[in-house]
């Protein structure tokens, strides 16, 4: 830390005080932008505010006792913990055997490793509603080729079992790539001597990947459990584009929260769905800030 | 091994791009040829009579009258593609500008100077990524009523610049502590003020960064939906929330039009993805890795 600040010539105001006018115009926006609605929506959350600007009166905890005793609230957890636990889990073990595929020589690599990772840069939503005419159950291009070889060809987009099958099919599409890319970091940050003096010790290929590769790799891959986590916690753009918000086979929490506030006006409630959302958030985002902090701290000591 | 290596490459390169190659493929076919049951793979461009473009057949007259038509609006909107492109640009290219300028003063100061609790700020500032636009959403609006901001490209810039900012601030400080301190040190030395050598010195040499750091953040704001969605219900809206609200068009999906703007839209982010791929890891993971 200590070798990172200025000498400042003593005339000048206080290294701390100029650095505080550098982060300040950041800090504000930051706090007005995100910080402040954060607060204000917990707040909102004890109204019974909607959103034609009428009279707010607080309700107590009114909005939380409807939360919690309807259905749709159970299902949309149920739903949206469903997409991470899968979708993180598949994307992890499918982008992970890429990247061992990957490791070695392969001609063309870094061209073959920049078309992997264009859809994941794409516009979700864009992406998704073009999914939809690929998906179609009775022109979909995919239906098409399933018949061809004589599989089942069935209803993507309306059959009830399958919509969140769709959903989770097409956020996999763009996401593995991501958890290649920071698979192939982790197994190439493993040192190579580790390998060669495995192979003295005429150790077995699954030894050398249990005992070597998979505990070498997995602080990466956790970073990228806990990004993917995170992102999948508020899956929305995928719903809207692909079943629309009310849907109670595909509806997360963010897609309720479409549903009580834009549908039915209900901005308290909203509200409280929002808090819902945002302890399952922290949680996980706390975890991951202490996670790169210990990164952070491994990676120091391994340089020092 | 090498067999079963290659096999699965392959599998996932035809997996990731067949479906952006179809997009490509729908956006010169006619309404009728992109809901065919019978689905047309080749584009045929000859005299109709030599191109048996029947039912059965895997042909089909390619033609861009989509991207023609583009300068149309669509029945029941009232604006034409370019328009909502405008917006999208708009609002991408001034929240970017904002985020990159005020993440780079912002990790300068992160970088050099003793900051009470600096370890502090910079997770709040990382963890405001993670903060849920649906959550949000409603206070938000409520704000945004306040100060007439609702329906505006600024209301959407300002919204931008903040969830950009995380990203700026952590990718920018990456960087800037990447520059050796020494230039710096000897402009103070000649008598260079603090600013003035953060503008003459730091600027210069951060300017990789900064194009990257751009690129990362007009990325996410062209991407995004759900702001976009439930802040603008007219005036500034983005392309993603047109295409969305043409899916329940009642003369049906005007699929060919929206392959077109798909096009369009997405060219630039993979023309994007090409000149930022050495950065990439760096970039989706906030700067905690560097290759």
Known sequence: ?304 | MRAVRTVLVVWFLLVATLPLAWLALTSVKTYQDTISAHAKFVPWSGPLESNPSGADSVRFAATLDAYRNLSKPVAGTPNDFYHYLGNSIVIGVLSTLAAVCLGTICAYGFSRFRIPGSKDWLFFILSTRFLPPLAVVVPVLVMYRWFALENTHLGLVLLYTSFNLSLAVWLMKGFVDEIPRAFEEAALVDGYSVLHTFFRIIVPQASTGMAVTGVFCLISSWNEFGFAMTLNNYEAQTVPVYFAGLQGNIEGVPWPRIAAGMMIFVGPIVLFTVLVRRHLLRGVTFGTIKQ
Request: hydrophobic share 55%; net charge positive.
């Open chain 1, 1 to 304: 830390m200590k070798r990172n600040e200025f000498r400042v010539r003593p005339r000048a105001a206080p290294s701390s005080l100029i650095g505080a006018g550098f982060v300040a115009p950041a800090l504000l926006l930051l706090v007005a932008m995100n910080l402040f609605p954060l607060i204000f929506n917990i707040y909102l959350s004890f109204t019974n505010a909607d959103l034609s600007g009428g009279p707010v009166k607080m309700v107590g905890g009114h909005n939380y006792t409807v939360l919690f005793n309807e259905a749709r609230y159970a299902n949309a957890l149920t739903v949206t913990g469903l997409f991470v636990l899968v979708s993180v889990s598949v994307e992890l073990v499918l982008g992970f055997v890429l990247a061992m595929a990957m490791r070695d020589r392969v001609p063309g690599k870094a061209v073959i490793l920049t078309v992997l990772l264009i859809p994941m840069m794409l516009c979700p939503v864009v992406l998704s509603l073009f999914w939809n005419l690929i998906l179609n159950g009775n022109y979909g291009i995919l239906n098409q080729l399933l018949a061809l070889v004589h599989l089942p060809q069935p209803q993507w987009l309306t059959d009830d079992d399958l919509k969140l099958v769709s959903i989770l099919f097409v956020d996999i599409w763009m996401w593995t790539p991501f958890m290649m890319l920071i698979s192939l970091a982790g197994l190439n940050s493993i040192p190579s001597y580790i390998y060669e003096a495995a192979e003295i010790d005429r150790a077995g290929r699954w030894m050398v990947f249990r005992s070597i590769t998979l505990p070498m790799c997995a602080p990466l891959l956790g970073l990228a459990v806990l990004l993917r986590a995170t992102d999948a916690l508020k899956q929305f753009d995928l719903v809207m584009a692909i079943t629309g918000p009310n849907d109670a086979s595909t509806q997360t929490l963010s897609a309720r929260i479409y549903q009580v506030v834009f549908r039915d006006y209900k901005v308290g409630l909203g509200s409280a769905y929002g808090v819902v959302i945002l302890v399952a958030v922290i949680a996980v985002a706390t975890i991951f800030v202490r996670y790169i902090e210990m990164l952070g701290r491994r990676q120091g000591k391994a340089e020092a």
